[in-house]
């Protein structure tokens, strides 16, 4: 088993501010809307760099959402910034209206997703944003896993025509994607190889992931780890073929059962492979106030959680 | 005034197919839709600078239209088809299966002259804010027209839209608002009352003007003073009252026709009460 080596910690919001602004600097259709969280979406480099490009929109976020799908009527390519769930709740009939049946260019920006948001509660901890946006139809939903697959991230769905949802998060969280990579939208990425059981994680519960594979290896399980930072189009092909190979699923994800990344790995495995199957997610509640790594443990989306997933999963073979 | 003349031809033809659209398909909203027909007709047929053909989606260069309340479709329909974006033979598929002429207006399906789809109300305007954003960002002069209907104006989205438009001096829009003063369930005064509404735009920062949007002359004097409002720095609205069915005199003075197809002997009623052309019908 390879060591999967930690080069920092960030938070993958800076990976969003920092490839808004390399991307901006390459591509003069890109412009910024944000409302009125300009620094929490690490936007203000780019707010700073291109003033007449940015417009802050005040507490408004469907209007916010209107102006982009304007915008990118007119050739622009719009990046919409706020928390994760005033970019989709919140706002869900203008995207669902206005961008995706419109087919607008736009590029759906989320911050503070999930449970890791932290002391804020659960009124802005958002856990059905992805179940939202992968119902829409032609939308692509992305959840990359650290500092440097979000900037990637970002940086790429410049290039892909068509409304993209972009997650990511908050808290400072460990680097162990390269800083050169190159993001495909749509590519499963082997992150360990394993052939015991296949684990599915996506955003930040792939490097939780990643810790459990190292704990499972020490009892003899050796566990695949595949980073599905693309929820849609979901990599049907890597799933089948890990799969097929270690006859046994789990998936990893900070967000509800319900919608989420499991279950579109559960739709693929019963149309095409039935095989046992465990789901690390909230089981069907909301959040509360804590401190993320303690919210992942109460509400068992930690690595002891995959673990014991893992196991379960196992004895089902 | 020949010019005014033709204008009222088209308006007239613009009515028939309104009428023929519903009730062909035994479905649609007649009411605004007739009640706006003359000044869509003016500003296809006289104020828009525009190229039908081939339809340039982006519209660079072109004064571009945004239909807020996306419900009043059949009058959209019919003056893009007779501006030539599209057959006028098309008009004949409205809310057919396998049509681009969707229920709402619709980009779903390709239909020329229709850049974003509407219909849930609120939404138009913004979107509408965001091309005027972005012809001020490329240096285009050219437009923005905006219909909203006035019972819209009870949607928050909308209150979005006026004050981010006036903080960003989008002085290259000019939106009507549809003053019929009625609503599905009944008048906008008995539903949610809004007083003057072109004071709220005022206190907004708005430029506002008000014109009756069933007289073709008062249209052709008022809308040349709201173009020549523009670029001072504000958004311009024009209260456009106007009377819900207008044409058709048992879809006058109700608010029942808003979304409802007229049965054969009232089709057969309306037609004749609204002239035959030498348009002549699709």
């Known amino acids: 088993m390879k060591k999967i080596e930690v080069t920092g910690q960030k938070d993958t919001r800076s990976g969003f501010g920092d490839g808004l602004l390399e991307v901006a600097r390459t591509n003069d259709k890109v412009v910024g809307l944000c409302a009125d969280l300009t620094g929490s979406l690490m936007m203000d480099g780019f707010q700073r760099e291109f003033p007449h490009r940015f417009f802050q929109t005040g507490i408004a976020e469907a209007n916010m959402m209107g102006l982009a799908a304007g915008l990118a009527t007119g050739g622009k390519i719009p990046y919409t910034g706020t928390f994760a769930n005033f970019s989709t709740g919140r706002v869900y009939d203008q995207i669902r209206q206005s961008i995706a049946y419109s087919d607008k260019n736009v590029k759906i920006c989320a911050s503070h997703a999930g449970l890791t948001l932290g002391e804020d509660g659960a009124t802005h901890q958002i856990l059905e944003d992805l179940g939202l946006m992968k119902m829409l139809p032609g939308m692509v939903v992305i959840n990359p896993c650290d500092y440097n697959q979000t900037k990637a991230a970002t940086i790429a769905i410049a290039d892909y025509h068509g409304p993209v949802y972009l997650r990511f998060g908050r808290p400072k969280w460990p680097i162990f994607t390269s800083a050169d990579q190159k993001f495909e939208i749509g590519k499963a990425w082997l992150i360990q190889e394993g052939t015991d059981v296949s684990i599915f994680a996506t955003g930040h519960l792939v490097w939780k992931s990643i810790q459990a594979a190292e704990a499972l290896a020490e009892k003899g399980i050796s566990a695949e780890v595949i980073n599905i930072h693309t929820i849609k189009p979901l990599d049907v092909e890597a799933i089948l073929n890990s799969a097929r190979k270690t006859r046994c699923v789990v998936t990893a994800e900070e967000h509800q059962i319900n919608g989420g990344l499991g279950d579109s790995v559960a739709q693929v495995l019963a149309r095409n492979l039935p095989l046992p199957m465990e789901m690390v997610a909230v089981m069907d509640s909301f959040g509360e106030s804590g401190k993320p790594e303690d919210l992942l443990a109460k509400y068992h989306l930690d690595t002891p959680d995959i673990i014991a997933a893992v196991q379960k999963v196992i004895s089902r073979k | ?282």
């Open chain 2, 1 to 282: 005034m020949a010019k005014l003349a033709e204008l009222q031809t088209i308006a007239a033809q613009v009515r028939r197919d309104i009428v023929r659209m519903v009730f062909n398909a035994q479905s649609g909203h007649p009411g605004g839709s007739l009640g706006c027909a003359d000044y869509f007709t003016a500003l296809f047929f006289e104020f828009m600078k525009f190229k039908s053909q081939p339809f340039n989606k982006e519209g660079n260069g072109e004064d571009m239209f945004f239909l807020s309340n996306g419900h009043i479709s059949p009058v959209y329909y019919s003056v893009l088809a007779r501006s030539g974006f599209f057959p006028v033979s098309e008009l004949a598929t409205f809310r057919k299966i396998n049509s681009r002429l969707q229920g709402h207006p619709a980009t779903h399906e390709g239909l020329p002259g229709i850049r974003v789809a509407t219909g849930s109300l609120g939404q138009g305007l913004s979107v509408a804010c965001g091309t005027a954003l972005q012809k001020k960002l490329d240096k285009d002069n050219s437009l923005i027209y905006v219909v909203t209907g006035d019972g819209e104006l009870q949607e928050g989205q909308i209150w979005e839209a006026v004050m981010f438009a006036a903080h960003n001096k989008l002085d290259n829009m000019i939106v009507a608002v549809d003053f019929n003063q009625q609503q599905i369930d009944g008048s906008t005064v008995d539903i949610m009352g809004f007083n003057e509404i072109g004071n709220k735009f005022a206190s907004f920062g708005w430029e506002v003007m008000h014109m009756d949007g069933n007289n073709m002359q008062e249209i052709l004097e008022k809308v040349p003073q709201a173009q020549a409002k523009t670029g001072n720095g504000k958004p311009v609205m024009i209260v456009m009252k106007t009377e819900m069915g207008m044409g058709v005199d048992f879809m006058m003075g109700t608010h029942a026709w808003h979304g409802k197809a007229p049965n054969a002997e009232q089709f057969e009623s309306a037609m004749q009460q609204l002239p035959v052309t030498e348009l002549g019908d699709y």
